[in-house]
C-alpha cells in the first residue's frame, strides 16, 4: 500500500465499488496502475430476487481501501459504482428498503429484480421518455425501483425518504456534502435529459409526483458532467475518514461500467494495423465484463437502436452519444454453469497447480479436442439460450429464461466443460445480436475494447473474436475500471483540461499499451444456424 517512496510525484486516487467488493488504485500521471487495495461487500438476499446492500458498510470500505496512501502527493480522487439505489432520510440516515425494516440494509441493488411489475407498468405508460432507453423500462434502472418503495413499503421508507442517490452520487456525497449529481447516473438511470433535465410529465403519469417537489430536491436537483471538478474538493470529515487531504479534488462519478469504457475506449492503438487506427473513436465498442457485460458505443450523433439504451448525451465521454447495450448475467451465468454441475465436485478434486478453474477448464478443453481440430466443433449438439437472467438487449424481455439442448444422461468434467464452452459461446453470439442491432441503427464497430474480470478469461476473449469476426483489444492496465475512476479524480485536479486530453509530455495516457491482440477471419458458425435466430 506504500506509494513508493518517490518525492514529488503526482497520483490520482480511483475507487470503484463493484458488486461484491470495494476497490480502489493509486494511479500515475501516464495512467499506470501503482498499487492497489480490495475489501469485500455484504450482500443480502432477504427474499428472492430482492438483492440488498448497506451504505454505511459500503462507505466504511471506501475508506479502509484508501488506507496508507501518502496524501500529500494526491492530487484528486473519482469514485464509480454499481448503478443501486441509496435511500436516505432527512438527516441522511438509512431507511430500509424491505419489509424488515433494517435500515443497514439501505441499497436496492442494482441486480435486485424486485420491481418487474412496476417496469412493466411504466413500459406500458409509453412515455416519450422511454425513447431514449430502447423503448422499455428495465426493471435495474430506478423509476421502477421508486414505484416499488412506493407501493410497498411507503410508511417505513417512501415517506420518511428525502435522498434518493445512485451509488456513485451518494460516494461524491459523503466525498463533498454536496447533493450534485452525476449526469452519468441521472441520464442513464434516471430518464434525466440534457439540456431540458427532468420530464415533470413522466414522474406524474407514473405516480411518483412527490419526487417534484422542492424542484426534484429528492432525486436531484444540480447535475456535473463526469469529470468535472465538486465544489472544494473533500470536506475535513471525508478527508479524515479516507486519510487524504481536504480539498483534495473530487471528480463528479460514474457507474462501475461507463468507468471501465472510459478506461478502455480512448487507447492508443498506433502500430497495431488494426483497421480502426484511422477512425474515431465511435469505430470502437466498450465491453464491460463482469458479473454482466455492458455494451457501450458512442457518436457524435444520436442514435436510437431497438433493445439498447440511450443514445445519453455526455453520460461517458462528454460531448458525444452513448448507446449501452448488456447482458444482464454473463459471470455470474458462467459461475452459476460451472458451479451447479454436477461434475464440479469432480473439478475441485483437481490438483492444478497455478490459474484458477476457468484456465484450468479452457486447457482441458484443448485436451479434449483431436488433434488439428477446432475448440469450437466440441459443442456441435450442445447450445445454450443464455437468457437465465432476462435478456436486457437486444430484445429487452426480462421475461427470457435459460435453455440448454443437447444434454446427456452423462455429468463428468467433460460434460461440465463442454457445457461451459457452450455457455461462453451463447454469449458472444448474444453480443453479436447486439453489433447487429447497433449496425443496423448506424454504428460502424470495427473493433471491441474488452476489460473486465471476464476479459482475462482467454477463451471468453477468444471467442468473442471467432463469433463477431472483429479483432478483440486488451489494454495492458488490466483494471481499467480503476483507472477510468482515477481518470475522474485527474480531471477533477484540473490537471488536464478535459476527459478526452490527447497525449502530451507527462500527460495522462489511457492505457496506451496493449499486450494482447486477438484477431480472427470472420468465422462461419454454421454450427449455429437454424438456432440462433438474428443470423
Ligand atoms: C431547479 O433546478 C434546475 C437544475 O436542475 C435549475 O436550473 C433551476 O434554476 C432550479 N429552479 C429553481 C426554482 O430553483
Ligand atoms: C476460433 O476460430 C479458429 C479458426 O476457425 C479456430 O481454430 C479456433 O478453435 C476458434 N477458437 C475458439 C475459442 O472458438
Redesign the pocket.
Known amino acids: 500500500k506504500k506509494n513508493g517512496g518517490e518525492s514529488g510525484c503526482r497520483f490520482y486516487v480511483g475507487v470503484d465499488v463493484g458488486t461484491s467488493s470495494v476497490r480502489a488504485a493509486l494511479v500515475t500521471v501516464d495512467g499506470r496502475l501503482r498499487c492497489t487495495a480490495e475489501e469485500p461487500i455484504t450482500i443480502w438476499e432477504p427474499q428472492p430476487e430482492h438483492f440488498v446492500q448497506s451504505s454505511t458498510e459500503i462507505w466504511h470500505k471506501c475508506c479502509r481501501v484508501t488506507e496508507g496512501v501518502q496524501s500529500e502527493q494526491v492530487r484528486g480522487i473519482g469514485f464509480d459504482a454499481t448503478c443501486s439505489l441509496v435511500v436516505l432520510d432527512k438527516s441522511f440516515q438509512p431507511l430500509p428498503v424491505n419489509q424488515d425494516g433494517d435500515a443497514q440494509k439501505n441499497i436496492v441493488m442494482w441486480m435486485d429484480h424486485r420491481a418487474a411489475e412496476q417496469a412493466t407498468r411504466i413500459t406500458n405508460s409509453g412515455h416519450e421518455v422511454l425513447r431514449r432507453v430502447g423503448g422499455v423500462m428495465s426493471q435495474e434502472m430506478q423509476p421502477p425501483k421508486l414505484l416499488w418503495l412506493k407501493e410497498n413499503l411507503k410508511e417505513s421508507c417512501w415517506d420518511k425518504a428525502a435522498h434518493f442517490f445512485d451509488l456513485p452520487d451518494f460516494l461524491s456525497w459523503k466525498a463533498t456534502g454536496l447533493l450534485t449529481r452525476s449526469l452519468c447516473t441521472l441520464v442513464c438511470k434516471w430518464t434525466y435529459c440534457p439540456p431540458d433535465?427532468?420530464d415533470a410529465t413522466f414522474w406524474t403519469s407514473i405516480g411518483l409526483e412527490e419526487l417534484l417537489e422542492n424542484?426534484?430536491s429528492k432525486i436531484?436537483?444540480?447535475?456535473s458532467p463526469p469529470g468535472s471538478s465538486l465544489g472544494k474538493g473533500l470536506t475535513m470529515e471525508a478527508a479524515a475518514d479516507l486519510g487524504l487531504n481536504p480539498g483534495t479534488a473530487v471528480g463528479a462519478s460514474l457507474i462501475d461500467a461507463h468507468a471501465g469504457g472510459l478506461g478502455v475506449i480512448g487507447a492508443d492503438v498506433k502500430g497495431f494495423s488494426l483497421p480502426c487506427e484511422h477512425r474515431s473513436i465511435s469505430s470502437r465498442m466498450a465491453m464491460i465484463c463482469g458479473t454482466s457485460t455492458c455494451h457501450m458505443a458512442i457518436s457524435e450523433t444520436p442514435r436510437f437502436v431497438p433493445g439498447v439504451w440511450g443514445p445519453y448525451l455526455s453520460a461517458m465521454v462528454p460531448g458525444l452519444w452513448l448507446n449501452e447495450g448488456g447482458q444482464s448475467a454473463t459471470g455470474r451465468l458462467i459461475d452459476h454453469v460451472v458451479k451447479g454441475h454436477a461434475g464440479f465436485t469432480q473439478l475441485e478434486a483437481v490438483p492444478f497447480t497455478g490459474g484458477n478453474i476457468y484456465s484450468y477448464l479452457n486447457s482441458h478443453l484443448g485436451q479434449m479436442t483431436k488433434s488439428g481440430s477446432p475448440v469450437d466443433l466440441l459443442t456441435s449438439s450442445l447450445h445454450v439460450w443464455p437468457d437465465f437472467h432476462g435478456n436486457r438487449s437486444p430484445l429487452a424481455d426480462p421475461t427470457l429464461k435459460g435453455m440448454v439442448t443437447g444434454l446427456s444422461l452423462s455429468q463428468t468434467l467433460d460434460d461440465l466443460a463442454l457445457l461451459y464452452l457452450a455457455t461462453i459461446q451463447a454469449l458472444a453470439l448474444g453480443t453479436l445480436h447486439i453489433l447487429d442491432a447497433m449496425k443496423k441503427a448506424g454504428h460502424d464497430i470495427s473493433a471491441l475494447f474488452l476489460c473486465g474480470g471476464l476479459s482475462k478469461n482467454a477463451l471468453f476473449v477468444q471467442t468473442h473474436a471467432n463469433a463477431t469476426g472483429l479483432p478483440v483489444v486488451l489494454p495492458d492496465q488490466t483494471e481499467a475500471v480503476l483507472v477510468g475512476a482515477a481518470v475522474l479524480g485527474a480531471c477533477a485536479s484540473h490537471d488536464y483540461s478535459t476527459l478526452q486530453k490527447k497525449r502530451r509530455p507527462g500527460g495522462l495516457i489511457i492505457n496506451a499499451i496493449l499486450t494482447f491482440l486477438f484477431y480472427r477471419k470472420q468465422h462461419k458458425y454454421f454450427l449455429y444456424s437454424g438456432f440462433w435466430t438474428c443470423k
Open positions: 433535465g427532468w424542484n426534484f436531484g436537483s444540480e447535475t
